[in-house]
């Protein structure tokens, strides 16, 4: 299957700082990323879609100047927490969209800890 | 609004034997459903998918069942091996909006028994 990978996989920083999460799609190229937040013990939340070459849809709730996404070629999106707290503390996790065989799918990055202090 | 619900958060099965994993949905709009299993700090792996048009969809061990009248969904694993213990979520698409976005269910977590 295709190839999703995602840098850092954890991070630690302090509160008021900035972190970059970046998305790739190693073997294929994606038009379509989403990014998703998962907290303990719950479901995957979607907080946005990002397509190439175009500005990211944020789900409602989710702050899009807190959270930057920016999809600059057809194998990377980075996703930028500004500013971060503690309550952003979270599991966050790419996807691409592709299609195996002829089925529609979205692969999965192994997702980003973040630990904010 | 949940609108993709797995009832059971977990579902405990003896190796060898069958194991059924089950998800509801609300929304009529969806017409794509999609079966992931998660494993702790990673994200999710794709297993199989079921398009509106079908009610069965096969591939290996895994099957899904679609009753779109009941909106309900299923996946069967036959025969269970204790490697498939993992978490199971269930997603769903309306695949003519929004680039195919995905709601998930809140998952199940399945353990094989040797």
């Known amino acids: 299957g295709a190839v999703v990978s995602q840098h850092p996989s954890w991070v630690i920083c302090k509160s008021g700082t900035s972190v970059k999460i970046e998305c790739r799609s190693l073997?294929?190229?994606?038009?379509?990323m989403f990014w998703y937040r998962q907290f303990p013990k719950q479901s995957l939340m979607l907080m946005a879609t990002?397509?190439?070459?175009?500005?990211?849809?944020?789900e409602q709730g989710v702050e899009k100047d807190k959270f930057l996404i920016n999809h600059a070629s057809l194998t990377l999106s980075t996703l930028t927490v500004t500013s971060a707290h503690p309550e952003d503390s979270s599991f966050y996790i790419c996807?691409?969209?592709?299609?195996?065989?002829?089925?529609?799918?979205?692969?999965f990055g192994p997702g980003t800890r973040l630990l904010v202090l | 609004d949940q609108q993709v619900k797995q009832n059971s958060p977990s579902l405990s099965v003896q190796e060898g034997r069958i194991s059924i994993l089950n998800c509801d949905y609300t929304?009529?709009?969806?017409?794509?459903f999609l079966w992931y299993k998660k494993y702790p700090a990673e994200g999710p792996t794709f297993l199989i998918s079921?398009?509106?048009?079908?009610d069965k969809n096969e591939d290996g061990r895994f099957t899904v069942f679609l009753n779109k009248s009941a909106k309900h969904l299923s996946l069967h694993i036959v025969p269970s091996q204790p490697g498939d213990s993992a978490v199971y979520f269930c997603?769903?698409?309306?695949?003519?909006?929004?680039?195919?976005?995905?709601?998930f269910g809140q998952g199940t977590i399945l353990t094989v028994h040797p």
């Open positions: 996807s691409a969209r592709a299609y195996q065989g002829n089925q529609e799918t979205q692969y």
């Open positions: 073997d294929f190229q994606a038009t379509t």
């Open positions: 990002s397509n190439e070459g175009s500005k990211a849809t944020y």
């Open positions: 929304n009529s709009m969806f017409d794509y």
């Open positions: 079921i398009s509106s048009i079908k």
């Open positions: 997603a769903a698409s309306a695949r003519g909006t929004s680039y195919g976005k995905l709601t």
